[in-house]
Nanobody, 121 residues
Framework: QVQLVESGGGLVQPGGSLRLSCAAS????????MGWSRRAPGKQRELVAG???????IYADSVKGRFTISRDNAKNTVYLQMNSLKPEDTAVYFC???????????????WGRGTQVTVSS
């Protein structure tokens, strides 16, 4: 059973920082791309950042220069460093991983359950 578990969310003041973590566990053969998405109240889920197994990254325009995605392949973990946070960054943040479970022949996208980030004074 493959699981993705996020941590690091919480309440922060505007201009503050948070670091999210997401660890993949279970019977995993290989992990390809990993990423973060978010869903703000009343809005659809949107991509925040993504990172390939080789370290190539992509960011939403709204977070460029403020957020940094990284990963530790040895730990099957992806991180999202969020700086200069704004109230509009308030959302539930979800991590995802495209991975091949042990015994499977093709990659499958798995999602975490999400962690709440609230930016408010």
């Amino acid at each position: 059973q493959v699981q993705l578990v996020e941590s690091g969310g919480g309440l922060v003041q505007p201009g503050g920082s948070l670091r999210l973590s997401c660890a993949a566990s279970g019977s995993i053969w290989r992990i390809y791309a990993m990423g973060w998405s978010r869903r703000a109240p009343g809005k659809q889920r949107e991509l925040v950042a993504g990172i390939t197994s080789g370290g190539n990254t992509i960011y939403a325009d709204s977070v460029k220069g403020r957020f940094t995605i990284s990963r530790d392949n040895a730990k099957n973990t992806v991180y999202l460093q969020m700086n200069s946070l704004k109230p509009e960054d308030t959302a539930v943040y979800f991590c995802n991983a495209d991975l091949t479970p042990t015994g499977s022949s093709r990659p499958i996208r798995y999602w975490g359950r999400g962690t709440q980030v609230t930016v408010s004074s």
